[in-house]
């Protein structure tokens, strides 16, 4: 029976590579992770709001019951449980989390016999984000079975920003000629893409012979059709 268990868990794997929106794929998988590891409740945060030390981890999806500090949590490099799996890089059980030398950093203990896993998601070598999950059994098995989760979650990522790319030739021209630059992998965080973007589109505009009021002139249509889409929204 255990082994048929294994099996099934491992065959719920196959869900977590979905198109889509990154957002609609991250529900998704935030979902399907709380349900294969039969837990209460599983947050997938991604580095974002800055470049190198200065990233931080922020909540980008969710499944269970998660209390209105952890939604909002912005966790820098060996801050908390989640910060310290980005700093060492390496996954995390946390068996008795009532009980454990981490029982100050976690943000619901809920006392004795709470577990909770924590683990890195990586793209070609790079941790982009980390996979927390909170339940009341948790074992190395489980574990294992987090850590798989979290190499198909980032191939999810990676899959869904290529696809992306593909549609913008633009994209695709700015963001080749900075790799080639500096030799850096393909997998950029999306506020680094929207610099790159930036600064690539400046440099075409200035080459093309734009003046700078010009130039101010297309920044400013940027914004407006930005407030227009947030009116949207409303």
Do not use: W
Not at 22 to 51: F, K, P, Y
Not at 174 to 201: C, D, K, M, W
């Amino acid at each position: 029976m255990e082994a048929d268990h294994g099996l099934m868990r491992l065959h719920d794997l196959q869900h977590f590579l979905s198109s889509g929106s990154l957002e609609d794929s991250l529900r998704s998988q935030a979902q399907q992770c709380a349900r294969m590891l039969n837990a209460d409740s599983c947050s997938i945060m991604l580095l974002s709001g800055g470049s190198g030390e200065d990233l931080r981890l922020r909540v980008h999806a969710r499944a269970g019951d998660l209390p209105d500090a952890v939604l909002a949590a912005d966790i820098g490099r060996g801050e908390g449980i989640s910060g310290q799996v980005l700093a060492s890089g390496q996954a995390l059980l946390v068996e008795d989390i009532g009980n454990s030398a981490y029982a100050l950093l976690a943000r619901r203990p809920r006392g004795a016999g709470r577990s909770l896993m924590s683990a890195p998601i990586r793209i070609e070598g790079r941790i982009v984000g980390v996979v927390n999950v909170a339940g009341s059994t948790f074992v190395q098995d489980d574990l294992a079975l987090l850590e798989v989760t979290c190499l198909f979650i980032g191939k999810s990522i990676q899959v869904v920003q290529l696809q992306r790319l593909l549609d913008s030739r633009f994209a695709q021209l700015a963001l080749a000629h900075e790799t080639e630059e500096a030799g850096r992998t393909a997998y950029r965080n999306p506020e680094e893409v929207a610099r790159i973007l930036a600064r690539s589109f400046f440099k075409e505009l200035v080459k093309a012979g734009f003046e700078a009021p010009q130039i101010v002139g297309a920044a400013s249509e940027i914004i407006d059709q930005l407030n227009n889409k947030l009116h949207e929204k409303k």
